[in-house]
Structures are given as structure tokens and as C-alpha cells.
């Protein structure tokens, strides 16, 4: 089954507001990855975390092995931060395997 | 900084016909490659994982006989569609990455569209 639950699915932000993605895992993951998909297609790296809280401009993210799951933080949205944002995590094993994140489509509105 | 880079960006084919798709991988050793296949609903499929000098995975419903892959070195690899249908249509992307247990860097990806 899926090893990865992201929400939510959707989300719209006004300018210059916040909120939070969040990755569930059902399974031991050894690190996380979060990626911004433009509408071109190509994967914007963010993040990547083996544990602990990263941040970088106006976003955080957090991983938690432990408790499994990580989180992804936006403030102060900008309209270019719009389009698809991904979770994508290795299992503790699992020899490099990113599983993806269902994805959440993000708008940022004026 | 790490960059990929894939070619063709998008590509058309002709149901039952092939097409070849590359990555490179610049500013870093690429030791592995993993190719992954984007759905038109956006869910992610791993293909296979290939690691220089070392045999090529493919995952469970992926084959080398359809997408055979080559690997020859640091910087690139290959992948080729063979006898392309409707069920092959997607985004596919090229993850690099340096030693295990590191962060891979992902090419723009080619799209296929098959006809």
C-alpha cells in the first residue's frame, strides 16, 4: 500500500500568508526530500532532511523519523510559490528508492 | 551546483514505436540514476535504479526488455521506450545522485505523448 500520505491536496493562499504541508508515513523512513514542481514540469529540490527542522527564506521543513512524518512550511506566500509541492521519502533499506507524496497543488492568490 | 539536464524536453511518437530519452548530470558524479515515470494524474512510478558498474533494478511491472537502460558513466544515461502505447504517455524524469543515502537531483524530465 502506500508508504506516503501528503495533505492536502489542494490548498489556496492569499499573498503574504502561511500554512503547512504535511507527509505521513506508514513506514520507517530514513530521509525526506520536498520538491516544488513548476508548470514546466521540473522538480524544484527544497529540502532534504535525514532529521530535524531545516529552514530557507520563507521555508521550513521538518522531518521526524520517529514519529514519522514531515512537514513542509510556507509564510509570507508569494505568487511565484504557486504549483505542485511534493514529498518524496527513502525507507530505512530501501537503497536510495524515493516513494512520492500524492502532491499538493497550491495557489497563491493576489 | 548539481544540475541535470534531459533531452528530449517532449517527444511524440506513434503507438508501437520507440523513442530514447537522456540525462545528464552536470557538477557532480551521478554514480546511480534512478528514471521515474510521472502519470497524467501526477502519481510517481519508480522504473529502475542503475548504478554504474553495477546491474540495473527494475521495479515490479517495469521491465529491461521495454525500457532498457545504459549507464556507461558518471555524468549520463539512457533510457529507451520500446513499442510505445496509450499506457506509456507521462512525464519521465531522471533522478541523480552521488553515493547512497544522499539527495538526488531531478532533470526537467521528457514527456512523451504516444499517438
Known amino acids: 500500500g502506500d508508504q506516503v500520505e501528503q495533505s492536502p491536496s489542494a490548498l489556496s493562499l492569499h499573498e503574504g500568508t502561511g500554512s503547512a504541508l504535511r507527509c505521513n508515513f506508514t513506514?520507517?523512513?530514513?530521509?525526506v526530500q520536498w520538491f516544488q514542481q513548476n508548470s514546466r514540469g521540473s522538480l524544484i529540490n527544497l529540502f532534504y532532511l535525514a532529521s530535524g527542522t531545516k529552514e530557507n527564506g520563507r521555508l521550513k521543513s521538518t522531518f521526524n523519523s520517529k514519529e514519522s512524518y514531515s512537514t513542509l512550511h510556507i509564510r509570507d506566500a508569494q505568487l511565484e510559490d504557486s504549483g505542485t509541492y511534493f514529498c518524496a521519502a527513502e525507507a530505512t533499506g530501501g537503497n536510495n528508492k524515493l516513494t512520492f507524496g500524492q502532491g499538493t497543488v497550491l495557489s497563491v492568490i493576489p | 551546483g548539481a544540475l541535470v539536464y534531459q533531452y528530449p524536453r517532449r517527444t511524440i511518437c506513434k503507438s508501437g514505436t520507440s523513442m530514447r530519452m537522456e540525462c545528464q548530470a552536470v557538477g557532480f558524479q551521478a554514480t546511480s540514476v534512478a528514471w521515474y515515470r510521472q502519470s497524467p494524474q501526477k502519481t510517481f512510478e519508480l522504473i529502475a535504479l542503475?548504478?554504474?558498474?553495477?546491474?540495473?533494478?527494475?521495479e515490479q511491472n517495469f521491465t529491461q526488455e521495454k525500457f532498457p537502460i545504459s549507464h556507461p558513466n558518471l555524468s549520463f544515461s539512457s533510457m529507451t521506450v520500446l513499442n510505445a502505447y496509450l499506457e506509456d504517455r507521462g512525464l519521465y524524469l531522471c533522478g541523480a545522485y552521488w553515493v547512497n543515502y544522499a539527495e538526488q537531483f531531478f532533470g526537467p524530465g521528457t514527456r512523451l505523448t504516444v499517438l
Open positions: 542503475s548504478t554504474v558498474n553495477s546491474a540495473i533494478k527494475y
Open positions: 513506514t520507517t523512513m530514513r530521509a
